[in-house]
């Protein structure tokens, strides 16, 4: 079993609706980031959380240490948004990074 | 301020030579961490290195791979005798300081094994 797991897979939307993407760890971290990687490969950090909620945008981040699990919402999602959105957690007493699978967001007009 | 800079962007090698990717952080970012992502695969942590040092190799292969951050410079992972399975993207990721700081990644090197 992955250290990091994230769901959906793949998720499909229309223009306009509420999304929701899931990522489940399994060990002590002391923050979780949220990436996004575009078709053309490039990767960009949207959040690094180490507690509670964090809002950019139509983007937010939550995250809950206890039950170790946290959510990425897309409020009124656009095309544009159509990326792979990774979770990735940073281990306890580690800099590395260990990466989710990703869910790969499809955003149809 | 220029993000993190790598080149090149895309290198082909054939079966036996030697690859060298390149990565210039972010100004006044000491700390550097490679990750590598497989053809269909996530995204899998390779080494952390500050200026000089190599702090954390756990995810390098034992053999044909080396990474180095000079103290002038960039960061240079080198593979030699590359094989067809080391084709993949390369991203390099700095930050400023250890610990709570956001890891800034570059647009990765993506290098194909003929």
């Known amino acids: 079993k992955n250290e990091v797991e994230q769901s959906p897979q793949n998720l499909t939307a229309q223009e306009g609706e509420f999304i929701t993407i899931n990522c489940s760890y399994s060990?002590?971290?002391?923050?979780l980031h949220w990436l996004q990687q575009h078709p053309g490969g490039g990767i960009v950090s949207l959040f690094m959380?180490?507690?509670g909620k964090k809002k950019h945008g139509r983007l937010i981040a939550t995250i809950n240490i206890q039950e170790k699990h946290s959510s990425l919402h897309i409020t009124a999602s656009h095309p544009r948004d159509s990326a792979v959105y990774i979770c990735?957690?940073?281990?306890?007493?580690?800099?590395?990074?260990?990466f989710g699978q990703g869910t790969r967001l499809t955003i149809n007009p | 301020n220029a993000g993190v800079m790598q080149n090149p962007r895309h290198l082909v090698r054939r079966r036996g030579q030697e690859a060298r990717l390149r990565c210039s952080p972010m100004?006044?970012?000491?700390?550097v961490y490679w990750y590598r992502q497989l053809p269909e695969e996530g995204l899998k942590f390779m080494v952390y290195?500050?200026?000089?040092?190599?702090?954390?190799e756990s995810g390098m292969p034992k053999e044909r791979f080396s990474a180095e951050f000079p103290k002038e410079g960039p960061s240079i992972l080198r593979i030699q005798q590359v094989v067809r399975g080391d084709s993949a993207a390369y991203f390099c990721?700095?930050?400023?300081?250890?610990?709570?700081?956001?890891?800034?990644f570059g647009p990765g090197t993506r290098l194909l094994v003929l």
């Open positions: 060990v002590g971290i002391s923050a």
């Open positions: 959380l180490s507690s």
């Open positions: 990721a700095s930050s400023l300081w250890d610990r709570k700081e956001t890891q800034y």
């Open positions: 100004k006044g970012h000491s700390h």
């Open positions: 990735a957690v940073r281990v306890t007493g580690a800099q590395k990074l260990v």
């Open positions: 290195l500050q200026k000089e040092n190599i702090i954390d």
